[in-house]
């Protein structure tokens, strides 16, 4: 390809807030339809709005956290425009005082296609706060408006167009994400329209330093979607360019299912909003104290926690990639690695066998029947030899189930592992007994048959003996 893509990304993140932005209707998803509502969100004349403090707040923390200047004056504006979604005709948003600017995100590691990323900073322009609008549905010919949605806190994220490729902008988006839900601002779940993406994209020949003409795509409602997009659209605009023809600056939605984008409108300037300081809402100040006092509540980012599980637990680069994905899982881990003698072991256990059953029941950790601090004793319990790793195993099973102590399954089941020599002893012989044939494969040089005896074995002490013992007793009786 000839050609060099330009990328920025608006990125729209509704705040976790009991109530809404401007009034006090709850801020929660799956209500019936227009019932959270009141005269303020659905913009009835002579209602005035009260910005909602911790919203305010949470926007602040996350500049904090993409490292942007704060603003020590803003304010919100009006920004007009006509649309079922918006009962007021106008939007309360910000326009030349956001209170978050010249912030950056880092990108490193490996994109969506596994592909190397250049080790480079994105730059955001601003963050700044609005109210969404309603959210309209379009089914056969005929649209519903569901105002629960009007006037929730929203964030729009804006990066510097600093992404060349689909893979930067799926890691900026993955990392965004991680930065929202680690700091509590956001649950970002894109099914429930908590994270919304609008790629801008051009294509410049390479070497050329000023940007194509720009194109913005819309209803963007996955990573992978946006991914998709990227790449469609940069052949497009390419097969465009190569057949002589001319780009004009327009808005395009994105078809998923078709895998295409289609035009929607040309692209409103600034100017077409008509933006000017909202006469109901005071300017919002911060001092340099109020802001350090926020930074002190910043948490710790995925990204050095995943340096401290793989330096301080042992953990490896891929096992820590894994349990920070999820912010609860990485604290349940967190937790759980603190209170066992073996962090790696307890992140084996979280990985292979807790992420599975809690996948295939559809359960959340944090509702899990198992606690950090039982995972960590059965982890002991194995370590200490107390239980070999097969009964674990059962023990894990009854723990999921019935959210037992672990020490109490092994006292109520008699499980724990026999270590006495004499009895392994006894029990190897039966088995040596039991299958001659096999013993006569192994003597004559076939060394893989004595996995096979190992599991007669534990066949015969019901899972019991302690595999290690039993190996060196099988070698001492048929050496």
């Given at each position: 390809?000839?050609?060099?893509?330009?990328?920025?990304?608006?990125?729209?993140?509704?705040?976790?807030?009991?109530?809404?932005?401007?009034?006090?209707?709850?801020?929660?998803?799956?209500?019936?339809?227009?019932?959270?509502?009141?005269?303020?969100?659905?913009?009835?004349?002579?209602?005035?709005?009260?910005?909602?403090?911790?919203?305010?707040?949470?926007?602040v923390r996350a500049g904090l956290l993409t490292e942007c200047t704060i603003a020590k004056f803003s304010k919100f504006d009006r920004k007009s425009y006509f649309y079922p979604d918006l009962a007021k005709n106008y939007q309360i948003s910000q326009y030349d005082?956001?209170?978050?600017?010249?912030?950056?995100?880092?990108?490193?590691?490996?994109?969506?296609?596994?592909?190397?990323?250049?080790?480079?900073?994105?730059?955001i322009t601003r963050i700044h706060l609005e109210e969404d609008p309603a959210k309209l549905t379009h089914a056969g010919g005929v649209s519903g408006a569901d105002y629960n949605r009007s006037g929730v806190p929203l964030l729009e994220v804006v990066s510097e167009p600093d992404m060349r490729s689909a893979d930067e902008a799926y890691a900026y988006l993955t990392k965004l994400k991680e930065i929202m839900q680690y700091g509590g601002i956001s649950d970002c779940d894109m099914e429930k329209g908590q994270m919304r993406c609008d790629v801008n994209i051009s294509l410049r020949p390479f070497g050329q330093k000023e940007f194509g003409t720009k194109i913005e795509l819309k209803n963007l409602n996955s990573f992978r979607a946006a991914h998709r997009a990227v790449e469609y659209e940069m052949w497009r605009q390419a097969d465009i360019l190569d057949k002589g023809g001319?780009?004009?600056?327009?808005?395009?939605?994105?078809?998923?299912?078709?895998?295409?984008?289609?035009?929607?409108?040309?692209?409103?300037?600034?100017?077409?909003?008509?933006?000017?300081?909202?006469?109901?809402?005071?300017?919002?100040?911060?001092?340099?104290?109020?802001?350090?006092?926020?930074?002190?509540?910043?948490?710790?980012?995925?990204?050095?926690?995943?340096?401290?599980?793989?330096?301080?637990?042992?953990?490896?680069?891929?096992?820590?990639?894994?349990?920070?994905?999820?912010?609860?899982?990485?604290?349940?881990?967190?937790?759980?690695?603190?209170?066992?003698?073996?962090?790696?072991?307890?992140?084996?256990?979280?990985?292979?066998?807790?992420?599975?059953?809690l996948g295939e029941e559809k359960v959340a950790i944090d509702e899990c029947k198992i606690t950090p601090a039982t995972l960590a004793e059965l982890v002991?319990?194995?370590?200490?030899?107390?239980?070999?790793?097969?009964?674990?195993?059962?023990?894990?099973?009854?723990?999921?189930?019935?959210?037992?102590?672990?020490?109490?399954?092994?006292?109520?089941?008699?499980?724990?592992?026999?270590?006495?020599?004499?009895?392994?002893?006894?029990?190897?012989?039966?088995?040596?007994?039991?299958?001659?044939?096999?013993?006569?494969?192994y003597k004559a040089g076939n060394a893989k048959v004595l996995q096979f005896l190992v599991g007669q074995v534990m066949k015969l002490s019901k899972g019991k003996a302690n595999p290690q013992l039993v190996i060196a007793e099988l070698k001492k009786q048929l050496d």
């Open positions: 390809m000839k050609y060099e893509a330009v990328i920025g990304l608006e990125v729209h993140v509704q705040v976790r807030t009991a109530s809404k932005m401007f009034c006090s209707c709850p801020n929660r998803y799956g209500a019936e339809p227009n019932t959270l509502v009141c005269p303020v969100c659905l913009g009835y004349p002579g209602t005035l709005p009260v910005p909602n403090h911790e919203a305010i707040l949470k926007a005082l956001p209170f978050c600017t010249a912030g950056r995100l880092h990108l490193s590691g490996k994109g969506f296609s596994s592909a190397e990323l250049p080790d480079k900073y994105i730059g001319s780009m004009k600056q327009e808005t395009r939605g994105w078809n998923d299912d078709a895998g295409e984008s289609y035009l929607m409108r040309t692209k409103e300037e600034a100017h077409d909003y008509r933006y000017f300081p909202d006469p109901d809402l005071m300017p919002v100040t911060f001092t340099d104290e109020e802001i350090d006092a926020i930074r002190k509540t910043l948490p710790e980012l995925p990204g050095a926690m995943r340096a401290r599980f793989v330096t301080e637990c042992g953990l490896t680069e891929y096992d820590a990639e894994v349990l920070t994905a999820d912010r609860s899982v990485a604290a349940w881990f967190d937790q759980a690695a603190k209170l066992s003698k073996s962090p790696k072991l307890v992140a084996n256990w979280i990985i292979s066998e807790l992420l599975r059953l002991d319990l194995i370590e200490n030899k107390t239980i070999n790793g097969k009964i674990g195993k059962e023990v894990f099973a009854e723990m999921f189930a019935t959210g037992k102590a672990p020490a109490a399954i092994v006292k109520e089941k008699g499980l724990v592992q026999v270590s006495d020599s004499g009895a392994i002893a006894q029990v190897v012989t039966d088995a040596i007994n039991a299958n001659p044939a096999q013993v006569e494969q």
